[in-house]
């Protein structure tokens, strides 16, 4: 099966700041991914489909990237209401693995 | 509005059977694939399995694969996850979400298995 590898597993940046979470596919598996922002007590939220599509509703600071077996999620300026931690997930193949999850604090 | 709404929190001892389920509105239900996700206490997510309500097509991970049964009735708008035996270890949330980019998200069933 294929591993979803994401980095770092933790971060803490400043308000403003320009954060990036990385997930690496063990094999390539085109652009079939999808990034989630899960907070404390809530289901996970969509945030991107196909690496780069933003989710209807998603504030535009996020965005993301790659294709192949890397990709990148961005946020370009980080607010407070970004705490959280986010996964990715590979769909182009059962299983649809998801990464460990890169948690997001405020410093 | 699409939505997905689960049955309500479970407590059971190890070795009962369990049943839970997630109901679809707001969409044509038998035509997205419905996916159940597993989250440990202060842990991440893992990918159980999906089904196809439109024709009943189902695939498991291995790590869940002869664990857990999951299936769907479309004719009520509704998928299960079902556990024959239930373990101390099978404590968990339990999340249903809808498509393969999995939009939107139940709002989860919590499961604890406790003698």
């Known amino acids: 099966d294929i591993q979803m590898t994401q980095s770092p597993s933790s971060l803490s940046a400043s308000v403003g700041d320009r954060v990036t979470i990385t997930c690496r596919a063990s094999q390539a598996i085109t652009n079939y991914l999808a990034w989630y922002q899960q907070k404390p007590g809530k289901p996970p939220n969509l945030l991107i489909y196909?690496?780069?599509t933003l989710q209807s509703g998603v504030p535009s600071r996020f965005s993301g990237s790659g294709s192949g077996t890397d990709f990148t999620l961005t946020i370009s300026s980080l607010q407070p209401e970004d705490v959280a931690t986010y996964y990715c997930q590979k769909y182009n193949s059962v299983p649809w693995t998801f990464g460990q999850g890169t948690k997001v604090e405020i410093k | 509005e699409v939505q997905l709404v689960q049955s309500g929190a479970e407590v059971k001892k190890p070795g009962e059977s369990l049943k839970i389920s997630c109901k679809g509105s707001?969409?044509?239900?038998?035509?997205?694939?419905i996916g159940w996700v597993r989250q440990t206490p202060g842990k991440g997510l893992e990918w159980m399995g999906i089904?196809?309500?439109?024709?009943?097509?189902?695939r498991y991970s291995p790590s869940f694969q002869g664990q857990v049964t999951i299936s769907a009735d479309k004719s009520i708008s509704t998928a299960y996850l079902q556990w024959n035996s239930l373990k101390a270890s099978d404590t968990a949330m339990y999340y249903c979400?809808?498509?393969?980019?999995?939009?939107?998200w139940g709002q989860g069933t919590l499961v604890t298995v406790s003698s």
């Open positions: 089904v196809y309500p439109g024709d009943s097509d189902t």
């Open positions: 707001g969409y044509n239900f038998s035509s997205y694939w």
């Open positions: 979400a809808r498509g393969k980019w999995f939009d939107p």
């Open positions: 196909g690496a780069s």
